[in-house]
T-cell receptor, first 106, second 114 residues
Framework: KNEVEQSPQNLTAQEGEFITINCSYSVGISALHWLQQHPGGGIVSLFMLSSGKKKHGRLIATINIQEKHSSLHITASHPRDSAVYICAVRPDKLIFGTGTRLQVFP | DSGVTQTPKHLITATGQRVTLRCSPRSGDLSVYWYQQSLDQGLQFLIQYYNGEERAKGNILERFSAQQFPDLHSELNLSSLELGDSALYFC?????????????FGNGTRLTVT
């Protein structure tokens, strides 16, 4: 069993929809990261969380340390949000989930 | 722009060869991390340096080595290359080396071994 599980693996949405990507992990962590990877390959760090909730524009990330679970929400989704979203946790080194591929259609 | 620079962007080489990937961290960042992203293994941590010293090691093969120089740039050396080494190699940097430091990723080097 992977130490970091993401769901769903693939997600399609219509522009404007509210999107949720989930991440569950099985190890103790000091931080959880949400990363975005576009088809070109580059990785962008969206959030680093150790508790609570963070918001940046249309993106919201939450974490529940007791339940070892995090969610990434995208409000009013747009085709430019199409990317792979990767959850990664840090007990010490980064352990990555397998990613959620999101496609948003106009 | 994360401020982390990786060169080259693409590299095509043959089996058995040796290559060097370079990473310049964001200005002020002391720690450099290397990651490999392959189709079958996903993203994996390879190695971390902090201020010139090796800090942590992950799933790095013995054929691979890295170092961080006094100017804080880092190089990842891959030798005796095999087809399975074809992957995207990412570098990231952070100010400190702790696990709760924000990370800044480079755009990666795509290595193709033929």
């Amino acid at each position: 069993k992977n130490e970091v599980e993401q769901s769903p693996q693939n997600l399609t949405a219509q522009e404007g929809e509210f999107i949720t990507i989930n991440c569950s992990y099985s190890v103790g962590i000091s931080a959880l990261h949400w990363l975005q990877q576009h088809p070109g390959g580059g990785i962008v760090s969206l959030f680093m969380l150790s508790s609570g909730k963070k918001k940046h524009g249309r993106l919201i990330a939450t974490i529940n340390i007791q339940e070892k679970h995090s969610s990434l929400h995208i409000t009013a989704s747009h085709p430019r949000d199409s990317a792979v979203y990767i959850c990664a946790v840090r007990p010490d080194k980064l352990i990555f989930g397998t990613g959620t591929r999101l496609q948003v259609f106009p | 722009d994360s401020g982390v620079t990786q060169t080259p962007k693409h590299l095509i080489t043959a089996t058995g060869q040796r290559v060097t990937l370079r990473c310049s961290p964001r200005s002020g960042d002391l720690s450099v991390y290397w990651y490999q992203q392959s189709l079958d293994q996903g993203l994996q941590f390879l190695i971390q340096y902090y201020n010139g010293e090796e800090r942590a090691k992950g799933n790095i093969l013995e054929r691979f080595s890295a170092q961080q120089f006094p100017d804080l740039h880092s190089e990842l050396n891959l030798s005796s290359l095999e087809l399975g080494d074809s992957a995207l190699y990412f570098c990231a940097s952070s100010v400190q080396g702790q696990s709760n430091s924000p990370l800044h990723f480079g755009n990666g080097t795509r290595l193709t071994v033929t």
